[in-house]
C-alpha cells in the first residue's frame, strides 16, 4: 500500500479517525473503487452498512463494488458508462450527463457500473434487482449475535476495532489462552505492580522468560498484550532490526536498551524474535553476532546477579527454540520456558471475529468454524477469511447476483487450508523425544501426548 495516492491515504486516515461517519466513508470507498480496488471497497461498504444499515447510497456502493471485477487499469477520472446496458466499444465515448463520481454517494439512484470495464460483458445484468437483492441481504452477521450485527452495539464493535492497535492492546483482549495468560501475570505483571512481593519472591523471578512455540499462534502478539497492561516500562527489541545497524554497535545498542530499562524499573525488555540473535554460536561463523550474544549474556548475568538490576525482567520469544544459543537458556537467564500453543477455541473465535470485522458476512456460524479450524494459526485464520471473502467475490461476479460471505464459504476455505503448524509440530516432536535435556520441551512433550502425537 505503500504506492498509493497521497489522497486516499489521508481519506484513509480520516477516516480511521472516525470511523462512524457514514458519508466520509462512502467517499473513501467510491475512490477505492474508482481506482479498481473493488474488494477494499467492498469492506468499507460492510462496515458503512454496519453504522448505517439500510443506508441507499452503502448499499448501492456495495452492489458495484461486488458486481464488477476489478478493474486496476481505470484512471480516477473514467467516465462511468451511462448504462450496463450499452454495448461496451460505443460506451467509451463520454455521455454528456454522466453522473460523476460524488453523486454516487448522495442517493439511491445511483446503481450503476461507476467504471467502464470488462463488467459490461454481461448486458442482461439488471443493477436494480440486484441492489434490492442487497437489501434483503444485510441481515444479521453473526447467527449467535443479531444485535452487535445490526450496528447497535458499539461497545461490542470498538472492543473488536482495537485488537491489533499498537499499545492499546491488553491481556482481555487476547481471546482464550488463559494458561499462557495466567503464567504471565504471575511472572511479570504481579511482581510488578508490587515491590513487596517482588522482594519476597526476588530470586525466584530473576532471568526471563522464553515464550516458544508455532509461527504465527500469538507470541509477539500476547508480548504487546503485556506492554499494554505495562505502558511506558516495556522495551521491544527486534533483533533483527538490532543486527541491521553496524557491526560493532549491536553490543552497544544491547547495552543501551538494558541501561534505558534499568532507568525505567520495573520494566520488561521483549526480545523477539531470539533466534535471529541466539542461534548456535557454533553455527555462527559471523564473529560480530558472537559478541552480540556475548553482550546479552552479559547483560542477562548483571540481571541475575541483581546488580543494580533491581525491577528489569527479560521476556523473549522464538519459534525455533533449539536454535536458541544453549548459553542464553542456562540458569539465571532464559531459564524458563513458555509454550504458547495455536489458539483455542475462544481465541479462535476472537480471531476470526476481529477478520470478518470488516467484511460483508451474513448470519456466520462461528461456532461450527471454530471446531473446524483446530490447530489453526493466527495467521490461518485470516487466510480462511480472506479465501472465503473471494471465493464469495467471484461467486457474485460470475452469477451477477450478489451474495455476501456465508459459513459455507468460511467452511470451505477451512477445508481446503492445512494449518502451517503440522510441520512445526513434525519438527518439535523430535527435538521433544531425543533433546529434551534438562526437562526443556516438558511443556511440548504433555502437549503432544494430550494429542495422542507421540
Ligand atoms: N489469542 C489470540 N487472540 C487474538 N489474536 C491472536 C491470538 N493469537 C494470535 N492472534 C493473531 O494472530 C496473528 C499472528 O500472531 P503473532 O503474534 O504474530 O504470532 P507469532 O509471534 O507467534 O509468530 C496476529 O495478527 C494476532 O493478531
Ligand atoms: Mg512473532
Same mark, same amino acid.
Given at each position: 500500500m505503500a504506492d498509493e495516492s497521497p489522497l486516499i491515504r489521508s481519506l484513509r486516515a480520516a477516516v480511521a479517525a472516525a470511523p462512524d461517519d457514514v458519508p466520509l466513508r462512502l467517499h473513501f470507498a467510491e475512490l477505492l473503487l474508482a481506482e479498481g480496488r473493488n474488494d477494499e471497497a467492498v469492506s468499507e461498504a460492510a462496515?458503512?452498512?454496519?453504522?448505517?444499515?439500510?443506508?441507499?447510497?452503502?448499499?448501492?456502493?456495495?452492489?458495484?463494488?461486488?458486481?464488477?471485477?476489478?478493474? *486496476?487499469? /481505470? $484512471?480516477p477520472g473514467?467516465? @462511468? !458508462?451511462?448504462? #450496463?446496458? &450499452?454495448?461496451?466499444?460505443?460506451?467509451?465515448?463520454?455521455?454528456?450527463?454522466?453522473?460523476?463520481?460524488?453523486?454516487?454517494?448522495?442517493?439511491?439512484?445511483?446503481?450503476?457500473?461507476?467504471?467502464?470495464?470488462?463488467?459490461?460483458?454481461?448486458?442482461?445484468?439488471?443493477?436494480?434487482?440486484?441492489?434490492q437483492q442487497v437489501q434483503d441481504l444485510v441481515g444479521p452477521r453473526f447467527l449467535e449475535d *443479531?444485535? /452487535? $450485527?445490526?450496528?447497535?452495539? @458499539? !461497545?461490542?464493535? #470498538?472492543? &473488536?476495532?482495537?485488537?491489533?492497535a499498537p499499545g492499546s492492546v491488553r491481556l482481555a483482549d487476547v481471546g482464550g489462552m488463559e494458561e499462557v495468560?495466567?503464567?504471565?501475570?504471575?511472572?511479570?505483571?504481579?511482581?510488578?505492580?508490587?515491590?513487596?512481593?517482588?522482594?519476597?519472591?526476588g530470586k525466584s523471578l530473576r532471568?526471563?522468560?522464553?515464550?516458544?512455540?508455532?509461527?504465527?499462534?500469538?507470541?509477539?502478539?500476547? $508480548?504487546?498484550?503485556?506492554?499494554?497492561?505495562?505502558? #511506558?516500562?516495556?522495551?521491544?527489541?527486534?533483533?533483527?532490526?538490532?543486527?541491521?545497524?553496524?557491526?560493532?554497535?549491536?553490543?552497544?545498542?544491547?547495552?543501551?536498551?538494558?541501561?534505558?530499562?534499568?532507568r525505567q524499573a520495573p520494566c520488561v525488555v521483549f526480545l523477539d524474535e531470539l533466534d535471529a540473535l541466539g542461534a548456535k554460536r557454533s553455527r555462527t561463523h559471523h564473529s560480530g553476532l558472537r559478541n552480540v550474544v556475548n553482550q546479552l549474556l552479559t547483560e542477562l548475568d548483571g540481571i541475575a546477579s541483581g546488580a543494580g538490576n533491581e525491577?528489569?525482567?527479560?521476556?523473549?520469544?522464538?519459534?525455533?527454540?533449539?536454535?536458541?544459543?544453549?548459553?542464553?537458556?542456562?540458569?539465571?537467564?532464559?531459564?524458563?520456558?513458555?509454550?504458547?500453543l495455536p489458539p483455542d477455541a475462544t481465541a479462535r473465535e476472537s480471531i476470526l471475529r476481529y477478520h470478518l470485522r470488516e467484511r460483508p458476512i451474513e448470519a456466520v456460524d462461528l461456532g461450527k468454524l471454530v471446531k473446524a479450524t483446530e490447530d489453526f494459526s493466527g495467521a490461518d485464520l485470516a487466510h480462511v477469511c480472506e479465501t472465503a471473502a473471494e471465493a464469495a467475490l467471484l461467486d457474485s461476479a460470475r452469477s451477477g447476483s450478489v451474495r455476501l460471505i456465508s459459513t459455507k464459504d468460511l467452511l470451505g476455505a477451512a477445508k481446503q487450508i492445512k494449518p502451517s503448524t503440522e510441520p512445526w509440530f513434525a519438527a518439535a516432536r523430535n527435538v521433544a523425544m531425543f533433546a529434551n535435556e534438562g526437562g526443556l520441551y516438558d511443556d511440548l512433550l504433555a502437549h503432544l501426548k494430550r494429542k495422542r502425537k507421540l
Open positions: 462496515v458503512a452498512l454496519q453504522h448505517a444499515p439500510g443506508d441507499a447510497g452503502a448499499r448501492a456502493l456495495m452492489v458495484r463494488a461486488m458486481g464488477l471485477p476489478p478493474t *486496476p487499469t /481505470a $484512471a473514467a467516465t @462511468p !458508462a451511462p448504462s #450496463a446496458q &450499452a454495448p461496451a466499444p460505443s460506451a467509451q465515448a463520454p455521455a454528456p450527463a454522466a453522473p460523476t463520481q460524488d453523486a454516487a454517494t448522495d442517493g439511491p439512484a445511483v446503481g450503476r457500473p461507476a467504471t467502464d470495464g470488462p463488467a459490461v460483458d454481461r448486458p442482461g445484468f439488471d443493477w436494480d434487482a440486484a441492489e *443479531p444485535q /452487535a $450485527a445490526a450496528g447497535e452495539g @458499539p !461497545a461490542g464493535d #470498538a472492543a &473488536a476495532w482495537d485488537v491489533d495468560k495466567d503464567r504471565l501475570e504471575a511472572a511479570f505483571l504481579a511482581p510488578m505492580r508490587n515491590p513487596e512481593l517482588r522482594r519476597l519472591y532471568g526471563g522468560l522464553l515464550l516458544y512455540g508455532p509461527p504465527g499462534c500469538g507470541k509477539t502478539f500476547i $508480548a504487546r498484550a503485556v506492554a499494554g497492561e505495562l505502558g #511506558a516500562n516495556f522495551l521491544t527489541v527486534s533483533l533483527s532490526d538490532v543486527l541491521d545497524m553496524w557491526i560493532g554497535a549491536s553490543e552497544k545498542n544491547i547495552h543501551d536498551i538494558f541501561e534505558t530499562a534499568r525491577g528489569v525482567f527479560v521476556l523473549a520469544a522464538t519459534n525455533v527454540p533449539w536454535d536458541v544459543d544453549i548459553a542464553l537458556r542456562r540458569p539465571g537467564r532464559l531459564d524458563r520456558t513458555l509454550l504458547v
